[in-house]
């Protein structure tokens, strides 16, 4: 049996949520469809020591202020699951868990998206599904031959997995100075390759400066200015406490990228080699946007062109969370919530039409 509502927002995570408060706050009917058995997004699958860049209350949803964690100035990933929990509660917004889309097909007037829990033609779509389901692994000569384990940041949970193991961390990211700190501190054999030297932003700039220069920067594009860089122009990792400690105790020292995996490790270029039990991939993420594959509009680097959140090509869809190119800062909690309320309000527009 088909259902019928005005808006199916997919995905929700803080993206997904954001967007139903809006809608709410509208009027508009909506469900929310998550493919998460249970509410927190893609938090509740990170590793245990991850920490948010920012203190809580610049870490908040619209309409609700994270609480402070006790003892803690950035909260951790679990204050994170209850905080989305309670928000999806107190607002009493329409999610169902367990409801994995398949598809979204044009319909005539109408959209069909196509549920593993059943149908839905809706007038229009948000999309927040964000991108933790689809982990970039690069294609590094070796890979397939290399006998020992290999994860992505997806499946790092704990230093306590890899006791007595040489371990290679790859990526000059967050992800991965979290990481790698995470296992100095536990006294891992740690051997942390990255593209080039760590970038450290200075170690008072935490989320809030981050969502500012992301702002401006989008201020700046769309305007006609020249490109500020944003974020990037700050540097690549924000000093969260555990990262800045094991730094300054000369625990992360980082090798240039290998040009090969080997079958028992790693191989550089001038052939010096390192042993490794395990590899972990700290290499990013692309959108997850398979559900809209029967609807031809990803361009290069399989990003939809959009107008804000708007997806150029099909005026009926926005796009909420997945990083800057819809919206500044949205893949972020703070910065989430100006472009789900601009989608909500154009979307409530074409409603109105």
Same mark, same amino acid.
């Given at each position: 049996?088909?259902?019928?509502?005005?808006?199916?927002?997919?995905?929700?995570?803080?993206?997904?949520?954001?967007?139903?408060? =809006?809608? @709410?706050?509208?009027?508009?009917?909506?469900?929310?469809?998550?493919?998460?058995?249970?509410?927190?997004?893609?938090?509740? =699958?990170?590793?245990?020591?991850?920490?948010?860049?920012?203190?809580?209350?610049?870490?908040?949803?619209?309409?609700?202020?994270?609480?402070?964690?006790?003892?803690?100035?950035?909260?951790?990933?679990?204050?994170?699951?209850?905080?989305?929990?309670?928000?999806?509660?107190?607002?009493?917004?329409?999610?169902?868990?367990?409801?994995?889309?398949?598809?979204?097909?044009?319909?005539?007037?109408?959209?069909?998206?196509?549920? *593993?829990?059943?149908?839905?033609?809706?007038?229009?779509?948000?999309?927040?599904?964000?991108?933790?389901?689809?982990?970039?692994?690069?294609?590094?000569?070796?890979?397939?031959?290399?006998?020992?384990?290999?994860?992505?940041?997806? $499946?790092?949970?704990?230093?306590?997995?890899?006791?007595?193991?040489?371990?290679?961390?790859?990526?000059?990211?967050?992800?991965?100075? $979290?990481?790698?700190?995470?296992?100095?501190?536990?006294?891992?054999?740690?051997?942390?390759?990255?593209?080039?030297?760590?970038?450290?932003?200075?170690?008072?700039?935490?989320? @809030?400066?981050?969502? *500012?220069?992301?702002?401006?920067?989008?201020?700046?594009?769309?305007?006609?200015?020249?490109?500020?860089?944003?974020?990037?122009?700050?540097?690549?990792?924000?000093?969260?406490?555990?990262?800045?400690?094991?730094?300054d105790a000369g625990l992360l020292g980082t090798r240039p990228m290998f040009a090969r995996l080997t079958a028992t490790g790693v191989e550089w270029a001038d052939s010096t080699r390192a042993e490794a039990d395990t590899v972990i991939w700290c290499t990013g993420f692309r959108p997850a946007l398979a559900h809209f594959a029967s609807l031809r509009l990803r361009g290069t680097g399989g990003h939809i062109a959009t107008e804000g959140t708007r997806a150029?090509?099909?005026?009926?869809?926005?796009?909420?969370?997945?990083? *800057?190119?819809?919206?500044?800062?949205?893949?972020?909690?703070?910065?989430?919530?100006?472009?789900?309320?601009?989608?909500?309000?154009?979307?409530?527009?074409?409603?109105?039409?």
């Open positions: 049996m088909t259902q019928l509502t005005d808006v199916v927002v997919i995905g929700g995570g803080q993206a997904g949520l954001a967007a139903g408060y =809006h809608l @709410r706050r509208l009027g508009i009917e909506h469900v929310i469809l998550d493919a998460q058995t249970a509410p927190g997004g893609a938090w509740q =699958h990170t590793w245990s020591s991850l920490r948010l860049f920012s203190p809580a209350a610049y870490s908040s949803l619209p309409g609700r202020l994270m609480p402070v964690q006790a003892g803690e100035v950035y909260p951790d990933a679990a204050h994170v699951v209850e905080y989305l929990a309670d928000y999806e509660k107190r607002y009493e917004l329409p999610v169902q868990h367990g409801a994995w889309v398949e598809s979204v097909q044009r319909d005539g007037p109408f959209l069909r998206v196509h549920a *593993d829990s059943g149908d839905w033609r809706t007038r229009a779509v948000i999309s927040a599904t964000g991108t933790w389901t689809r982990p970039f692994l690069p294609a590094v000569p070796g890979r397939r031959e290399y006998r020992g384990r290999q994860l992505h940041t997806v $499946q790092y949970r704990s230093p306590s997995e890899f006791a007595g193991q040489r371990v290679v961390v790859v990526g000059g990211g967050n992800s991965g100075a $979290q990481i790698a700190a995470d296992l100095a501190h536990a006294g891992i054999d740690l051997t942390w390759v990255t593209q080039r030297p760590p970038r450290y932003l200075a170690d008072d700039i935490d989320g @809030r400066a981050l969502f *500012d220069a992301a702002t401006a920067r989008r201020r700046a594009l769309d305007e006609g200015h020249t490109d500020t860089r944003g974020v990037a122009s700050l540097g690549d990792i924000v000093a969260v406490p555990p990262v800045r400690a094991a730094r150029v090509d099909e005026p009926r869809l926005h796009l909420l969370g997945y990083g *800057d190119w819809t919206g500044p800062a949205s893949a972020t909690l703070i910065g989430v919530g100006r472009p789900a309320r601009d989608a909500a309000r154009e979307i409530d527009g074409l409603l109105a039409r």
